[in-house]
């Protein structure tokens, strides 16, 4: 028996192969902006191997709809995963561009597609933006390449005039680079229209008739991602408002001041009732008071939002917005940006985690069902009301299927994985929207590769995985210890981690032979793996207060308090038969109270009490930031 139960397909001493899914394009032409002295056609060429989704109408206000599409155009290129200089790549490029700079657009964008194919055949791994086209709406979808962030853009269809009558779809688009070099040249003074359908623009005689043919290899784990994030929408979360002055003092301070290395990099959210948010940089903790709507939850809470910087991605559009909504799911989880102008909706989802953050990346997966099968007569019936009327808000879709609240959730959320359905935040309804023409793999995509899958069996089926210890460690995270039992191995490993205030495992070791030999190099091991996992479902139950007090033998809550000289810090530890308070000024030395207590009995009454007495004197609960 091998130290790690693995799949046969999956060799223990071997990073498992990423699994993709192929997704077919095809284009009659190329979409580009075509301009005359005073008028301009902006023609979306759609995917011609699904059903024909059209739209024709002239934009009432193109430079903000030119902005707009930059900054989703800004969404779709950006990748902050670290990429080690290569110079290899980039020679074969100019190389290749200095070959084909007497050919047309069209003929160029084919033969860099061919290029791609023979020299990066990973390239394609996004799909193309998913447009839609509904009653009420024109609607775009994207998702960065390293899983980090999803925007829709959402036109009312009140932002154009002499609309002909439009083909309701979903479909992809031709969304390069050229076209946004060609939406730079949108003018204010120029009657632009809008055209989206499969004809797309022939750009030469010779060309008609040609297709443009993309073969997209959509990692698993990007696919799972992005419909994970449309279904995390609909789960409860905090709200509250900004003012549009409010998000661009966050940003300028970001744009001006350099993340400092070693440091915190949230953007901290202090919520108390009644009160405007509070937005705090770390680490210089510089305060932005925000000037919209007082706070209107029923509870005071700290939250903190990673991938703070993704925040760039708005400025193109923020000069345009009248209004902002922020929801919040919880620390490190996603939250959703939503900018509001004029007939003109940008939503910016962060899920809190790249691709590379693997650790982060389970912690989101707790929070949604994994369920592989399609969803029965539930789901059936949802989708039945939304096939005539194309979007429905929740009590709708209640009355009209006559499902209980809790099936009717779930029918709702399997929707959104499973990409047939979609919920708009901004307009709190559920629309249809397939996003793949042919149905997707749902066994493939319940877990993120082979290893998670073992390591969820470990468990949840044989709960074979404890966590010894949790020790908080100011200044590094939270390190924990666990005990994973294999009874095939007849063996017990001991997976140990450090997390850092970000999610991320800043240090890790297992005593399996897989981590002696590969370490983290290859990925985690299935014990890391299955840590992790237990300490994610651990914080679940403490926030939801299914854990009852008297399981509670190891716990760590830190709270806060801000005046107008800075903030006093409070962390309280429960460890077993020991409490430790730990208290001082954020930006200066703490003072540490240890007290020993005869059974664990007395020293969690004293820990609640303290954490009543903190709560009791106006210290906010960050535990979870």
């Not at 060309?207 to 994970?228: C, Y």
Request: hydrophobic share 40%.
């Amino acid at each position: 028996m091998s130290d790690e139960p693995l799949p046969p397909d999956v060799p223990s001493d071997e990073p498992p192969a990423v699994e993709r899914t192929e997704v077919h394009l095809a284009y009659h032409g190329a979409s580009r902006l075509t301009t005359t002295e005073d008028s301009a056609r902006l023609a979306l060429a759609a995917n011609i191997l699904r059903p024909p989704a059209r739209f024709d109408g002239v934009i009432k206000d193109p430079i903000r709809f030119r902005e707009a599409m930059s900054a989703l155009y800004a969404v779709v290129a950006s990748d902050m995963r670290y990429q080690p200089k290569d110079r290899t790549a980039y020679l074969a490029y100019m190389r290749m561009r200095r070959e084909s700079s007497g050919l047309d657009v069209w003929q160029a964008q084919r033969e860099y597609f061919g290029w791609l194919l023979r020299n990066d055949p990973l390239a394609f791994v996004i799909l193309d933006p998913v447009v839609t086209v509904h009653p009420d709406e024109v609607f775009f979808e994207v998702f960065s390449k390293d899983e980090g962030a999803y925007a829709k853009l959402g036109v009312d269809r009140d932002c154009f005039s002499s609309a002909t009558d439009p083909t309701y779809g979903t479909t992809n688009i031709d969304f390069s680079q050229s076209l946004y070099q060609g939406l730079q040249q949108m003018r204010s003074y120029r009657e632009t229209r809008l055209t989206i359908g499969p004809e797309g623009v022939g750009l030469m005689t010779k060309a008609s008739g040609e297709v443009l043919e993309k073969t997209i290899r959509v990692p698993d784990s990007w696919l799972r991602g992005f419909l994970q994030v449309q279904s995390a929408a609909a789960l409860p979360r905090d709200t509250f408002a900004l003012a549009p002055i409010d998000l661009y003092n966050a940003l300028r301070h970001l744009r001006l001041h350099a993340d400092e290395k070693g440091k915190r990099r949230g953007l901290r959210v202090e919520l108390m009732p009644g009160q405007p948010p509070r937005l705090v940089l770390e680490p210089w903790n510089e305060v932005i008071p925000t000037t919209a709507a007082p706070y209107k939850g029923k509870s005071a809470r700290v939250a903190r939002v990673w991938g703070r910087r993704r925040l760039m991605l708005l400025q193109r559009f923020l000069p345009f917005t009248e209004e902002v909504d922020v929801h919040l799911l919880g620390s490190g989880l996603p939250s959703f940006w939503v900018l509001r102008g004029r007939g003109m909706t940008l939503t910016l989802g962060l899920t809190g985690f790249t691709s590379a953050n693997w650790s982060q990346a389970l912690n989101f997966d707790l929070l949604l069902p994994r369920k592989a099968e399609p969803g029965g007569k539930s789901l059936d019936a949802v989708l039945e009301h939304l096939n005539g009327r194309w979007s429905a808000g929740a009590g709708e879709l209640a009355k009209a299927t006559k499902l209980s609240w809790p099936a009717l959730t779930e029918a709702l959320q399997l929707g959104c994985q499973q990409g047939r359905i979609m919920y708009d935040l901004a307009a709190d309804v559920y629309r249809l929207r397939p996003l793949t023409d042919a149905p997707l793999d749902l066994g493939r995509l319940e877990f993120r590769d082979a290893r998670e899958r073992v390591a969820h069996d470990l468990l949840v089926r044989r709960g074979a995985v404890e966590i010894v210890s949790e020790n908080r460690i100011p200044g590094s995270g939270l390190e924990l210890t666990g005990r994973v039992t294999v009874k095939e191995d007849n063996r017990e490993y001991r997976p140990k981690m450090l997390l850092a205030d970000e999610g991320q495992v800043t240090r890790a070791e297992c005593t399996c032979s897989f981590f002696r030999k590969q370490g983290l190099k290859a990925g985690p091991c299935v014990h890391l793996v299955a840590l992790r996992l237990a300490h994610a479902a651990r914080e679940a139950e403490r926030a939801s207060g299914r854990a009852p007090a008297e399981a509670i033998t190891a716990e760590t809550r830190a709270f806060s308090r801000r005046d107008a000289k800075g903030e006093d810090v409070y962390q309280v530890t429960l460890d077993r038969r020991r409490l430790k308070v730990r208290w001082g000024r954020a930006d200066g030395d703490s003072r540490l109270q240890t007290l020993a207590f005869d059974s664990v009995d007395e020293a969690r009454a004293a820990y609640l009490a303290r954490v009543a007495d903190l709560a009791a004197r106006g210290f906010l609960d960050a535990s979870a930031g």
